[in-house]
């Protein structure tokens, strides 16, 4: 068997997938969804093996290997690869004898290109009658054939393809009495490089459990996710922009194939996971500022598709100094002062519209007030801070006194105490700088007021609040010389479930 050597293929792609007339120009227009995966060798003569390559033989026809075979690096189809040949050698076929591969397109996939190097062996001087071919295939479509009376083809060859298999056969169908015995050689094709392009169109479905607001310190998620194409290739955790978690999958079985072009190369057959299962990503927000932050967790497969599993704003709260729930305070004499009313909640004994005037209240000299969540929180925080249902009504209750004839009494009834819940809110603003106009983000206090909570039975008061965002509630009493002021925070989470 003579073969003749080509030129070194320093890169094997370029001769595979740049055919003349093919108009696939796979490196320039590889997208999300595109993957190139091959069989034999890669596309700058990686070692693959064989075993995508199925054998799909007939009476004398076999397979094998030649040269280096499938299993050592090549750079030139003369190096190596794999044989569909006849036995025994040197004697012609029997008629109905074929030798090949059939290449299933892995699930999920659609086939869109072929790229062979391959060479056609004792193509070379026709007989009479002879009937020695070479097909390249896939279902309802002949890519390339070749004939004796054709001539013999070697190097790389490209083809818009369609369907979910390949085939490649060379065979002796000649009639009875006839045969396939070759001048120029034993029969056969050499394939050292196969290369399948492929479309994946789908992106993966994933999930995340463990995602909370507020949080301090780590956050530890759980990845679930599945894809019915390629299978996955990463998974990314981004604050605000920023990469903070990650993980990959399928391990060197997975692994891309280098090459100097941009598409995604991968061997056939490349063992990448369809499915994982509580796989932890770490998100740490120790050198996170407190605050609202966007959380995003997307998860790519291997042809670049990629699902957004989390895209929310989560609150950070690291370094919070938590104010406490009640206050007791001395301070002047004197009549209430009144605050003006607007938007906020009802309370329980509350009046609505405009707070009495001042000369109306009942004056509280040395004034202690008290305030406390009388309701159970969703939860407590790290740092005991109460976390409460979005959309859900909570009781509040304290205590103001006062001193009467030096001794501290329960404020008379329908003695008024007033509640302010401070939001704190990021703020883009438009400033001037160097004599440009800049945009800078600054905090600013939304004040939300609810007047008129009066007291009774001997200063008690009581009030449902239904916060709608992470907020410091301030109860508080005040004359012209003094006041009194309790601050409770409270960290607000969704609940979609639960709407007034």
Not at 104 to 119: D, I, Q, S
Not at 406 to 421: C, E, F, L, M, R
Not at 422 to 438: D, E, L, P, Q
């Amino acid at each position: 068997m003579t073969i003749t050597k080509p030129s070194p293929l320093a890169r094997r792609a370029a001769v595979i997938l740049a055919a003349a007339g093919a108009s696939l120009a796979l490196a320039s227009t590889a997208h999300a969804g595109s993957v190139v995966l091959w069989a034999c060798h890669g596309p700058e003569g990686q070692a693959l093996e064989s075993g995508p390559l199925m054998t799909n033989d007939s009476g004398t026809g076999f397979t094998t290997t030649y040269g280096g075979g499938c299993g050592a690096a090549s750079v030139a189809l003369a190096d190596g690869g794999a044989l569909a040949t006849f036995e025994p050698a040197g004697s012609p076929p029997p008629a109905e004898s074929a030798a090949g591969w059939r290449i299933l397109v892995p699930t999920g996939t659609t086939l869109t290109a072929v790229g062979l190097e391959r060479a056609t062996l004792g193509f070379g001087t026709p007989l009479p009658g002879d009937a020695l071919e070479y097909t390249a295939s896939v279902p309802g479509e002949t890519l390339e054939s070749a004939s004796p009376q054709s001539g013999p083809l070697a190097g790389g060859a490209s083809f818009a393809a369609s369907g979910d298999e390949l085939d490649l056969q060379v065979a002796c169908d000649a009639a009875p009495g006839s045969s396939c015995a070759e001048p120029d050689g034993p029969p056969g094709l050499q394939l050292s490089a196969l290369a399948l392009t492929v479309t994946d169109p789908d992106p993966p479905r994933a999930a995340v459990a463990g995602v909370e607001s507020p949080v301090a310190g780590p956050l530890p998620l759980m990845l679930t996710a599945t894809d019915d194409g390629l299978g996955l290739a990463s998974a990314t955790a981004t604050l605000d922009g920023q990469a903070v978690a990650s993980a990959s999958f399928g391990g060197g079985s997975c692994a891309a194939l280098a090459s100097p072009d941009s598409a995604i190369n991968l061997a056939l057959g490349a063992d990448c996971p369809s499915s994982v299962s509580a796989v932890p990503l770490t998100v740490s927000t120790a050198n996170v500022p407190d605050g609202p932050h966007h959380l995003v967790v997307t998860v790519t497969d291997i042809a670049g598709n990629s699902t957004t599993a989390v895209d929310q704003t989560i609150d950070v709260l690291n370094h919070l100094t938590v104010p406490g729930s009640t206050a007791f305070l001395s301070v002047g004499t004197g009549g209430s002062s009144a605050t003006p009313s607007g938007p906020g909640s009802h309370g329980v004994g509350a009046s609505s519209g405009s707070s009495p005037a001042t000369s109306s209240r009942p004056a509280c000299a040395s004034p202690r007030i008290t305030a406390v969540l009388a309701g159970h929180p969703l939860r407590l925080s790290g740092q005991g801070v109460p976390v409460l249902w979005r959309y859900t009504r909570y009781l509040f209750t304290g205590r103001l006194t006062c001193v009467k004839n030096h001794k501290t009494v329960g404020a008379p009834d329908n003695t008024i105490a007033d509640i302010q819940s401070v939001i704190a809110t990021r703020v883009r603003v438009r400033v001037k700088s160097h004599g440009k106009t800049v945009i800078r983000t600054r905090i600013k206090d939304t004040i939300v007021d609810r007047t008129g909570v009066a007291t009774y039975r001997g200063g008690i008061f009581r009030v449902l609040l239904h916060p709608w965002t992470t907020r410091t509630i301030d109860f508080s009493y005040g004359s012209r010389t003094s006041s009194t002021l309790v601050k409770i925070f409270v960290v607000v989470t969704p609940n979609a479930r639960r709407r007034l």
